[in-house]
Every structure is written in C-alpha cells, then in structure tokens.
C-alpha cells in the first residue's frame, strides 16, 4: 500500500467514523458555500484519522 493510498483509507474511515457516530450534523456551510466539518466534528475526525493511520502502518507494508 501506498503512503497516499495509507491516506486516503485512514481518512475514508475516520469519515465514516464521524458519519456514524456524531451527535447532530458534522457539517457547516461556509458562505462561499462549501461544507466542511464542524470544529468538534474537525477535531474528532482527526483523533480517530491518528488512530485508524496507525494502525494500516503498523499492520502493512508500504509500497512505493
């Protein structure tokens, strides 16, 4: 696997995390219009990208 491909799994499941068990909406809309994570959302997400990114590098091999 890939460091980008590392990337892209911890942060698909560290999405699906929040889309399941955050209380209320994670989203806000920005005024240009764009939606992006809460603050709490954004800070849990980030615990739970830390873990699950740990956790595909210490059971995988990267690739280059």
Known sequence: MTH???????ADI???IIL???DG???ETQPN??????EEAQDIFN??????YN???DNG???Q
């Open 4 to 10: 980008e491909q590392m990337l892209g799994s911890a």
């Open 20 to 22: 399941c068990t955050f």
């Open 33 to 38: 219009g764009y939606a992006r994570y809460t």
């Open 25 to 27: 909406c994670p989203y």
């Open 14 to 16: 560290a999405a699906y």
């Open 55 to 57: 956790m595909i590098e």
């Open 47 to 52: 615990e739970h990208f830390d873990v699950v």
């Open 61 to 63: 091999e990267l690739t």
